[in-house]
């Protein structure tokens, strides 16, 4: 690891720069968790300045002048500052400032559309948001595809070529596998009541196994759960558990993965802008490696099954670990991609991504989209759509302009698997550890290969040093038709 | 009120100054209040960078250019924002950075040296802070004294002079009152158990009554209560209470009288940087007023001890009004000031004004610090100092280069009994509106006489529009006198 030896000029800059995206956080957090109702519009405000302020240092010449001078002592450190430096010069002021007001207006339009559950109460804000977005797309106009543009924001130098060929091959294993299933008899999950509170407390000791302590993180409730790391230090992660689902504890897990990336970043690229998740598609890796992988074997629960046992005596005295393990494995085609399992869900990705793709080369209408997102889901996951709230509406990305975003959940979901396999090869007796409650080594292993990099290296860079190769759907194919397959009999 | 007009470019930069402002109080907040303890290092660092940044805008030259052209048409405005922004020009940015540093270094000593319990560990970083705020002085050669340009950060347009003159009227009332009420026999406050869950919730329907409402305001708990309001729906407040003591309840109401006044502003000074309190002393004055005029008010306690008698029946069974009233309003000369009851408070403050003067006008070296406070302490109070801790070592202010702020918690005492006097004659039947637990009246004129205002006029002018004069001890001598004397039957 580097020991980064800034020139002290370019360190108080980039530190400049990591303090507000510090208050960014906090203040986007406080509002989430914390803020009364009613300070939601001086927050907004305050929000934008904030924001504004970060462009402003980003775009600064005198930052380009530093970079310069920096090039030869901090290569790895100057090229990633550098990049973010360079696409946001080439985005207009106006453009930027178009493309945030018709994100509040898009999301205000979404929000009346879903009132009337009439996708064409919408429909004029999402086209201005593709027209936006293209013209945003426009400001780079080196790229091979405008959509490549959109998807770098998020992905950074990923392409659309390159998802397509990945979304393809992944399609065409998902799409026979869940068929299969859908001919088994269907099953349910766990009923039964389970308090939040005695939730809480398992999933606290759950998490704490996995490196959550209170001197460093914060554990809150959200509506919407989410992760977010002021500082390497300050990670705070919200939860949502219901009496009458587990599914809490799985997205408790998943938020904790994150909060776990963010954590074990190099302390030496504090306040570099360096310490942070490389990219949206290796931050979800986390999230769904503890989620999934993890959170949904039979390892890790021939430990906490037990435990859970003992907090919900009624509801688990029957199930044992094979019967938990196929409750928490459900496979079921549905409408909404947030309520997915493990299985189906990187469909709902690969259609929004389909989908976007025309919309944005312009092989797709604005006004079309209805009709092609039913045709998709009837395609991949067999469900019809009944109406535009569990269809096109179902998601809040596309009303604020947010486009090209979906597609690293489905590269999560890969490069998770594919970080499994190599785990599994190089962790000696790791089920026998999860079998223990011991995550250590496991945490320990990732650090190694992705958290401690921060954005040092190009996401390509970090996923060809970690496993060995670039993005492949190969292990996420094999790990579900073996482990469905043995559920369900296949 | 006004209906602020200002010039889009002025009120764009007034609202960048008030984002920031916004930005830096939510970040302290949750400091206190959430932040995991190890992230205090990179929040100390965001919050440095929040305030450089607020100083760069404040200062900057096309600042004053915009004031200069928006004179007319908003002068209470522009006096205001002009001020701040050329008292801000004065300083030199490294002293600036010297004095933050110091303050900073100077906690660390007073950590230290409470930890010895030896002012000799603390006595180079004071002197080093009061070297300081002499070279600070020293930006303002036109001062009439050095410590008016100290004062005039927390109290605007005050003058050691005033305030002197102010303090020994007020030193010469309270100190043979005090004399009179150590004649009598000793008396002690409620004893019991009054468990927090119940104060809390009882405390909660109290200031509900003043207000206090979840839609734009918070209560949490911090290890020392302070209100902050981030926006004018945005307010919050923190209270600590004791499971052995009710004392936690008058602290609420103290920080919901703060919160107040800052809900109250008109909201069409939002963003101009005016939509806060005017001085400390104003700000004082309300807490204080809810504190201790009402809320150690015998009316006040008519409606609302027999609902604290239901949730703490035990403790207070036996407990009439009038034994009530003595309990709450024990007056004993003690060493420590935030324990200090209403009457010998102010004392603590003039004791620390007096010696500030000295050590800024240099007629006392700081080495003779102890022996100045033990003998004032003797003088005002008739007690002997055992110890540092108990005496010059207390208070964190000096530590931090906080000189000058002490005689606004004075003068809120004393601006405090003057609105009383003036509520008590305009408001018909106040008294009888308190003992039915509606206090609506008294928030909606104090509202009218001083929060609606914000920063609009000075001080001054704000209290000589409130209360018809200047500051006068006399209603708040007159106040003590009459209701420690039937109290303590001198």
């Known amino acids: 690891m580097p020991s980064p030896s800034l020139d002290p000029a370019l360190a108080a800059r980039l530190g400049e720069l990591s303090d507000l995206r510090h208050a960014g956080h906090v203040l986007a957090w406080d509002q989430q968790v914390m803020m009364p109702a009613a300070g939601g519009r001086a927050r907004g405000e305050a929000l934008g300045t904030i924001r504004r302020l970060h462009h402003e240092l980003l775009v600064d010449a005198q930052l380009g002048t530093l970079l310069d001078a920096a090039a030869d002592a901090e290569p790895r450190i100057v090229r990633t500052v550098r990049r973010d430096h360079e696409i946001e010069r080439r985005v207009p002021g106006e453009l930027a400032a178009e493309i945030s007001r ?86 349910q999950a766990l009923p039964g009541d389970f308090p939040v509170a005695a939730q809480r407390e398992i999933g606290l000791e759950m998490v704490q196994s996995m490196g959550f302590d209170r001197t460093g993180w914060r554990l809150d409730d959200a509506v919407h759960p989410f992760a977010v790391a002021p500082a390497l230090r300050d990670v705070r992660v919200t939860s949502r558990f219901d009496d009458h689902s587990l599914t809490g504890l799985f997205a408790l897990l998943h938020e904790v993965g994150h909060g776990l990336y963010e954590h074990g970043v190099d302390p030496a690229l504090a306040r ?179 958290h401690r990099h921060g954005r040092l290296y190009t996401p390509a860079e970090l996923i060809e040093q970690a496993v060995g190769g670039p993005l492949d759907p190969a292990p996420m194919l094999a790990h579900l038709r073996a482990k469905y397959g043995a559920l369900y009999g296949l």
Chains 1, 2 share one sequence.
Not at 134 to 158: I, K, Q
Not at 286 to 305: C, D, I, K, M, Y
Request: proline share 5%; with cysteine.
């Open 102 to 187: 018709a994100g509040s207006d898009g999301y205000a339009a979404w929000l009346a559309a879903r009132e009337a559950n009439d996708f064409a109460v919408f429909e004029p804000a999402l086209r201005r948001n593709i027209d936006l977005a293209r013209r945003y797309a426009g400001c780079f106009p080196e790229a091979a595809h405008p959509y490549d543009v959109l998807l770098d924001r998020y992905e950074p130098g990923a392409t659309a070529a390159q998802v397509a060929t990945l979304f393809v091959a992944l399609r065409d294993g998902l799409v026979p596998l869940i068929s299969e299933i859908a001919m088994q008899p269907a099953r």
């Open 272 to 450: 570099t802008t360096l310490d942070t998740g490389v990219s949206l598609g290796v931050h979800e890796s986390q999230s769904r490696l503890w989620e999934n992988l993890v959170g949904r074997s039979p390892a890790f629960w021939t430990h906490w099954l037990p435990r859970l046992r003992d907090r919900f005596p009624l509801s688990l005295r029957d199930i044992d670990l094979d019967a938990f393990m196929r409750a928490i494995n459900v496979v079921r085609p549905t409408l909404i991609r947030v309520e997915a399992d493990e299985v189906t869900y990187s469909l709902h990705v690969i259609l929004r991504f389909e989908l976007e793709l025309g919309l944005i080369d312009g092989t797709l209408d604005v006004i079309d989209l209805p009709a092609a997102w039913a045709a998709k889901m009837k395609q991949f996951l067999g469900v019809d759509v009944p109406d535009d709230l569990h269809g096109v509406l179902q998601d809040i990305h596309w009303s604020e302009g947010i486009i090209g975003y979906f597609p690293t959940y489905a590269i999560g979901n890969v490069l998770a698997a594919q970080l499994w396999q190599v785990a599994q090869a190089e962790i000696e007796g790791l089920d026998d550890a999860l079998s223990r409650g011991e995550v250590g080594a496991l945490r320990v292993w990732l650090r190694e290969k992705v």
